[in-house]
């Protein structure tokens, strides 16, 4: 079956410190990729997206991913993270086939940063 | 450019009844999606519209149900409420040119409470 497996379901780092976050897909062919972080109370807004080529992308915030097809794994990375960072971030996939904006999310991983 | 409206953003009903939610789409964008958010169930998708024509269903009872407006505005209706529809219901839209590189907006939510 298809899915999305965010393993990590609470993760508390230092200011200051380095993050990543772990995504997991289960799909028959690559799907598009996302990441979206979600403060309390209010819908998601979309960090970094991956639909094809280079395999680490870029994205808002100081946000990183890496795209790893070996490994069905799509991991968030930020250097340095900021008391600001504190939220759920949630992976998402939308399936190359069948049309639409279906899109699948993992559990989510609640994120909270220690000062 | 204006975001994703979502009207109300806190709803209370009781069971039985049936309440509208309502969502406009950032301006040309065709496509609109709910999800409904919850502790126990996380994030899960509710149908898309595009083109007013529902593109995309999830596994949700009959007691749901959409439509969307030549607008492109959509509702999503829910009928005889019950204790377990307690939740943030998050809309989406996106601009889907059917090119592949696509990516949902959210808006900030409507926090139903069933009582």
């Known amino acids: 079956a298809q899915s999305v497996t965010q393993p990590d379901i609470h993760i508390t780092v230092s200011e200051g410190a380095s993050l990543e976050l772990r995504c997991n897909y289960s799909y028959g062919a690559t799907p598009y990729l996302f990441w979206y972080v979600q403060s309390p109370g209010q819908g998601l807004q979309l960090l970094l997206k991956y639909f094809s080529g280079d395999t680490l992308v870029q994205g808002i915030k100081g946000f990183e991913a890496e795209f790893k097809r070996s490994q069905s794994s799509f991991n968030l990375r930020k250097p340095s993270v900021h008391w600001s960072d504190a939220a759920e971030y949630f992976c998402a996939v939308l399936p190359l086939t069948g049309g639409g904006n279906k899109l699948t999310f993992g559990t989510g991983t609640q994120l909270k940063v220690e000062l | 450019k204006a975001g994703v409206t979502q009207t109300p953003r806190y709803l209370i009903k009781t069971r039985g009844q049936q309440v509208t939610l309502s969502c406009s789409p950032i301006?040309?964008?065709?496509?609109v999606s709910w999800y409904q958010q919850t502790p126990g169930q996380g994030l899960q998708f509710l149908f898309e519209?595009?083109?007013?024509?529902?593109?995309n269903k999830g596994n949700f009872p009959g007691r749901f149900s959409g439509r969307q407006f030549s607008n492109s505005r959509s509702e999503m209706n829910v009928s005889t409420l019950e204790l377990g529809d307690s939740a943030l219901y998050l809309c989406?839209?996106?601009?889907?040119?059917?090119?592949?590189?696509?990516?949902?907006?959210f808006g900030q939510g409507t926090r139903l409470t069933v009582v």
């Open positions: 989406a839209s996106s601009l889907d040119q059917g090119i592949g590189d696509t990516e949902a907006f």
């Open positions: 301006s040309g964008h065709r496509s």
């Open positions: 519209y595009f083109s007013e024509t529902q593109r």
